[in-house]
């Protein structure tokens, strides 16, 4: 089973992550994204959604034209995991 980070955990791991904001409900972090318009905002959501079936751990996300907002907490985990830490930081990799 994938465990929640702990708050010392989760601190360290979003100082690597300046741009994703901590949620509480669900217990997660969320990031927006905006594009230069709607190909490239979709072009950027096809390649996270390969990185996370790849992962087998999939974001909570949604798309207007450019932008695009994802959220992610792991559910089996009661909230914010390595899992979602690592996923993150792929993403801001492709970004």
């Known amino acids: 089973m994938i465990a929640k980070l702990d708050g010392e955990e989760r601190a360290l791991a979003l100082r690597n992550l300046p741009e994703w904001a901590p949620v509480q409900d669900p217990d997660g972090i969320r990031r927006l994204f905006t594009f230069k318009d709607f190909n490239a905002a979709f072009g950027f ?4 959604a390969l990185l996370a079936e790849k992962a087998d751990h999939h974001p909570e996300w949604s798309n ?3 932008r695009v907002d994802i ?3 792991s559910h089996d985990a009661g909230g ?3 899992r979602d830490i690592e996923l993150a930081a792929q993403i801001d990799a492709l970004s």
Do not use: I, K, P, Q
């Open 45 to 48: 959501m096809t390649r996270v």
């Open 64 to 66: 207007v034209y450019n």
């Open 71 to 73: 959220l992610l907490t």
């Open 80 to 82: 914010l995991s390595r």
